[in-house]
């Protein structure tokens, strides 16, 4: 039996990069798929494709994550396509880096709202369904800036800090139901996201990490499966850091 037979997963921002692969790790051990972007655009039609290849129900859905009402409907028509909701994982993420002296009111209020309200959105949305079903797995995609912080990234690191403690808040007031909550901690990850730092950056990044490599966005994946599933059944309220050790 896959470990997420019967299950169905839904993912934000995963058109491409790490929700992408999340989505076709989870495809992979039997759930069926429900996954939002901006937009559903070729890309997106080709990652639909490509998860439902692996022989899943697999659907895409234009949806802002970071507009309350958007959000709420998208859930409302995932569950009439699919059914149920068993696993969440909150995905969406932007950067819009700048020092604090030069960071603009719009830097602040986009980066927290995409990342950090986004996954508000999504779990008010998901909480009745899950509670209903006494069971279901949260996954919020966190950072290892979210913890150590990083300058330049104030609004980044404050979005990723957020949704760390958005988890366990969550972890609390759900685990009488069955509902887990967990953040994953991703390190330097090679995707778009960090395609655009310099040479380098990404040379100084690799210095402090112990495995002396950025991780791969299927590295991700297997945490966050291993959090979807049965597996972590007795996991809740934590952070788990994927980050080739660069935390310690
Ligand atoms: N790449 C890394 O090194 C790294 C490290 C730590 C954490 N993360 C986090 O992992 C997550 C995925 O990052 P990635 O590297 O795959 O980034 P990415 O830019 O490759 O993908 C992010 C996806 O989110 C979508 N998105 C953006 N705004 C959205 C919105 N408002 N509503 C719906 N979808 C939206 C984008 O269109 C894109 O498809 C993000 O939350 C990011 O902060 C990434």
């Given at each position: 039996?896959?470990?997420?037979?019967?299950?169905?997963?839904?993912?934000?921002?995963a058109a491409r990069g790490i929700g992408k692969a999340i989505a076709l790790k989870?495809?992979?051990?039997?759930a069926d798929i429900a996954f939002t972007d901006l937009a559903i655009d070729e890309n997106g039609k080709a990652t639909e494709q490509e998860i439902a290849a692996l022989g899943v129900r697999a659907k895409g859905y234009a949806s802002n994550a970071a507009n309350f009402e958007e959000a709420h409907n998208v859930v409302a028509e995932i569950v009439k396509d699919f059914g149920?909701?068993?696993?969440?994982?909150?995905?969406?993420?932007?950067?819009?880096?700048?020092?604090?002296?030069?960071?603009?009111?719009?830097?602040?209020?986009?980066?927290i709202n995409v990342n950090l309200k986004s996954a508000f959105n999504f779990i008010?949305?998901?909480?009745?369904?899950?509670?209903?079903?006494k069971g279901g797995s949260i996954i919020n995609m966190a950072s290892v800036v979210g913890v150590s912080g990083n300058a330049g990234q104030c609004n980044y690191s404050a979005s990723k800090a957020g949704m760390i403690g958005l988890a366990k808040s969550i972890a609390k007031e759900l685990g009488?139901?069955?509902?887990?909550?967990?953040a994953i901690a991703p390190g330097f990850i090679i995707t778009d996201m960090t395609a655009a730092l310099s040479d380098e950056v990404k040379a100084e990044w690799a210095k402090q990490i112990p495995l002396r490599r950025?991780?791969?966005?299927?590295?991700?994946?297997?945490?966050?499966?291993f959090l979807a599933s049965d597996l972590s059944s007795y996991v809740t309220g934590q952070v788990i850091h994927c980050c080739g050790g660069m935390n310690m």
């Open positions: 039996m896959k470990l997420l037979e019967g299950k169905v997963a839904v993912i934000t921002g989870f495809a992979s051990e039997g149920r909701i068993d696993i969440l994982v909150n995905n969406a993420g932007i950067t819009r880096d700048g020092l604090m002296m030069r960071m603009t009111e719009q830097q602040w209020d986009m980066v008010h949305a998901v909480t009745p369904i899950m509670m209903r079903q009488s139901r069955g509902v887990r909550a967990n950025g991780g791969t966005p299927e590295d991700v994946a297997n945490v966050a499966t």
